[in-house]
Antibody, heavy 124, light 107 residues
Framework: QVQLVESGGGVVQPGTSLRLSCAAS????????MHWVRQAPGKGLEWVAM????????YYSDSVKGRFTISRDNSKNTLYLQMNGLRAQDTAVYYC?????????????????WGQGTLVAVSS | DIQMTQSPSSLSASVGDRVTITCRPS??????LNWYQQKPGKAPNLLIY???SLQSGVPSRFSGSGSGTDFTLTISSLQPEDFATYYC?????????FGQGTKLEIK
């Protein structure tokens, strides 16, 4: 079955960097777009970034554009989120999620499978 | 960005009740509307996509309807495991945006 496992979260100081990983299994990872979605403590869901199945195109929310970089290594079935210049308002559980489109299709921008999430806390 | 407004924000109901949650986007989105269920400490789970298509493995007591600017999620007969928070999400235009959530509690 589909499994997405995030790692790399932790407690960091403002202005520092962190890289999240999402290991995928149970499906043909290189055929699907992937997303990062976050949830601040006690708050709702916020889309962060997405990457096409082949890494050709990447899109970001305005709140992270220029600070975060999404990437993928299809040979390792792994999705990444490099987060630089972290701010207190980036504190959240970060989920990776697969795009609901068919394989090799343009992204559908909904999220059919999710990881369990990894907590990023930015605090001085 | 398209703003998504859910109502109510919270709801108390009993096992066996029929429950309806409404979602209204700030502009028309055809049927590019999706629903998720989230339980405390867990990741969201896709229930409905394309306004009315049931995700594989989701019980048939869940249904979605609507188009344009008016959508509903209906649970036909509440079960104990359905008490959770529900989110709508538009996939019509980027960035994809979510409603604020509806917390469904036991009466």
């Amino acid at each position: 079955q589909v499994q997405l496992v995030e790692s790399g979260g932790g407690v960091v100081q403002p202005g520092t960097s962190l890289r999240l990983s999402c290991a995928a299994s149970g499906f043909t990872f290189n055929s699907y777009g992937m997303h990062w979605v976050r949830q601040a403590p006690g708050k709702g869901l916020e889309w962060v970034a997405m990457i096409w199945f082949d890494g050709r195109n990447k899109y970001y929310s305005d709140s992270v554009k220029g600070r975060f970089t999404i990437s993928r290594d299809n040979s390792k079935n792994t999705l990444y989120l490099q987060m630089n210049g972290l701010r207190a308002q980036d504190t959240a559980v970060y989920y990776c999620a697969s795009d609901g489109s068919g394989s090799f299709d343009d992204p559908a921008y909904y999220f059919d499978f999710w990881g369990q999430g990894t907590l990023v806390a930015v605090s001085s | 960005d398209i703003q998504m407004t859910q109502s109510p924000s919270s709801l108390s109901a009993s096992v066996g009740d029929r429950v309806t949650i409404t979602c209204r986007p700030s502009q028309t989105i055809s049927t590019y509307l999706n629903w998720y269920q989230q339980k405390p400490g867990k990741a969201p789970n896709l229930l409905i996509y394309g306004a009315s298509s049931l995700q594989s493995g989701v019980p048939s007591r869940f249904s979605g309807s609507g188009s344009g600017t008016d959508f509903t999620l209906t649970i036909s007969s509440l079960q104990p495991e359905d008490f959770a928070t529900y989110y709508c999400q538009q996939s019509y235009s980027s960035p994809p945006t979510f409603g604020q959530g509806t917390k469904l509690e036991i009466k």
